[in-house]
């Protein structure tokens, strides 16, 4: 049997329905797709393949699939690291409004690409990123043969773009990237989050999602003290009952954090087969409060919604490291209730299958099985930190770091060899990262180097706020504050 690629005598680790684990297997690939999982044979060193690939001493698994992030301000990661909260918040959301407005774009292009090499770098083979222009971001992991959902974000409370002009751009952006890149590349629509949208907005969201039926809507949801309030604000019994309202709330929907859910929305969320991202290490590093709410992930899993694991702004807690995202989760739970949330093969299915089928792809991607598109990764287990080799779950999501990871496998094309991408040039993506990090200080007045970061003053970060949104969104909260705490 001729075959495209070929993996023998290797670890394989499928997340497959039965989870099942070859202590010594083979993952036959052709036409981009995986034809053949099986126990290794002699011989299957001479199998008769375009690409043969030896996995002894490998571990071979699904790619990762980050399921929430954010691309454009990757150049900046480090910066943000030593503020204090308040002080990250406002000079995030007053670059993020800038670049609304078409600013930095050397900054966004330069910040895509590293973003791309990165998770490429770690295993990554799938995104799911919101961001303000995300077309250069769609190109840049295309190019680079990775595959990604992206969606430029929509509000009217969180910024100052005509909204008009947001939904303008989005209907470009589906119309000139969805389903591009051999598929590869596929549009999401993005209302913000559900504490900086008007109820006038997310009706005009649902008219667009109508428009365009095979497109995820990816937003934040539940995600502050706030959500619950505003979505009131907006006449809605809470946040997940004015997305029913509206007609969002259904399978197309991935809502990252989903932190303050109660019963009832975990149920409502079930029922409407939706899906969840759960973004721990980004909570976990900028947490308000000791008390905060965490994500009923075990309820969330148990009442059977999809929950994928997503990295966030990797920017603002400096890790790429899906591997980490999935060990945090774990920590953080076990933290905020006792030890036991997660066994380490139920983090392995949500950093693959279970993050998949939140984004719609269950059937194609996620778990190596024949007839799925062969989106696979090789790790190096060959080290002393992986002996002795008992528990191979455990060791991936306590142990594993994306430096392990040798070869990336995306719809069948090897686009990581040996540890050295196959599709980017890394030094020539560093080059123009420093390059564009250099001209932003210079027109910014942030200060970077190797000892820390300095934002611009308060006073210009209050210039480059925007005004007339927030605006808005403080009075309708403040108006809603004040109606529930009269009301009997």
């Known amino acids: 049997m001729a075959v495209d690629l070929a993996i023998h005598d290797a670890l394989v680790l499928t997340a497959d329905e039965r989870n099942r684990l070859y202590e010594r297997g083979t993952v036959c690939i052709t036409d981009g797709c995986i034809e053949e999982v099986r126990p290794s044979r002699a011989g299957d060193g001479e199998l008769e393949a375009s690409t043969v690939i030896d996995g002894n001493g490998k571990l071979v698994m699904p790619g990762l699939v980050n ?48 973003a791309a090499l990165n998770f490429l770098l770690g295993g990554v083979t799938t995104v799911n990123s919101m961001d303000a222009r995300p077309a250069a971001g769609a190109e840049a992991f295309g190019e680079a043969g990775l595959r990604g959902f992206f969606g430029p974000a929509i509000s009217d409370l969180f910024w100052d773009q005509p909204v008009d002009q947001q939904f303008s751009r989005a209907r470009e952006f589906v119309e000139t990237y969805h389903d591009t890149y051999d598929g590869r590349i596929r549009a999401t629509i993005c209302p913000h989050d559900d504490w900086s949208c008007t109820r006038q907005l997310w009706e005009r969201t649902a008219s667009l999602a109508a428009e365009y039926p095979d497109l995820l809507v990816h937003t934040h949801l539940l995600e502050l003290e706030e959500s619950n309030t505003m979505a009131r604000a907006n006449g809605g019994e809470d946040s997940v009952g004015l997305l029913d309202d509206v007609g969002l709330l259904d399978d197309r929907l991935v809502a990252a954090h989903f932190r303050l859910a109660d019963e009832e929305d975990i149920q409502r969320t079930a029922e409407a087969d939706a899906a969840v991202a759960h973004c721990p290490s980004v909570f976990c590093y900028w947490n308000p409060d000791g008390e905060t709410q965490w994500t009923p992930v075990p309820e969330l899993r148990a009442a059977g919604v999809d929950v994928g694991v997503g990295i966030d702004d990797h920017y603002w807690h400096d890790s790429y490291s899906m591997f980490g995202e999935a060990r945090q989760a774990r920590l953080a739970a076990n933290l905020k209730r006792s030890a036991g949330q997660f066994d380490s093969m139920e983090l392995i299915r949500m950093l693959t299958i279970e993050g998949a089928r939140a984004l719609g792809m269950g059937d194609e991607i996620g778990s190596i099985e024949a007839g799925k598109r062969a989106d696979i990764i090789l790790l190096d287990v060959d080290k002393p930190k992986f002996t002795p080799l008992t528990n191979v779950p455990a060791h991936v999501v306590n142990n594993a770091v994306p430096a392990d990871v040798e070869t990336v496998i995306v719809d069948g094309d090897v686009v990581l060899r040996n540890g050295v991408p196959e599709t980017m040039d890394s030094d020539d993506v560093r080059q123009r990262v420093n390059q564009a990090v250099e001209r932003f200080m210079d027109e910014t007045g942030w200060e970077l180097d190797i000892g820390g970061s300095e934002p611009p003053t308060s006073i210009e970060t209050v210039r480059d706020l925007p005004k007339r949104g927030p605006a808005r969104l403080l009075t309708r909260l403040a108006m809603q504050s004040a109606r529930d705490r009269f009301s009997f």
Not at 97 to 102: S, V
């Open 67 to 114: 399921a929430h992030t954010h691309l454009e301000m990757t150049p900046l990661i480090g910066a943000f690291s030593e503020l204090e909260l308040t002080e990250m918040l406002g000079s995030g959301t007053a670059l993020f409004n800038r670049l609304g407005n078409g600013e930095f774009e050397y900054l966004v292009e330069a910040g895509v690409e590293l």
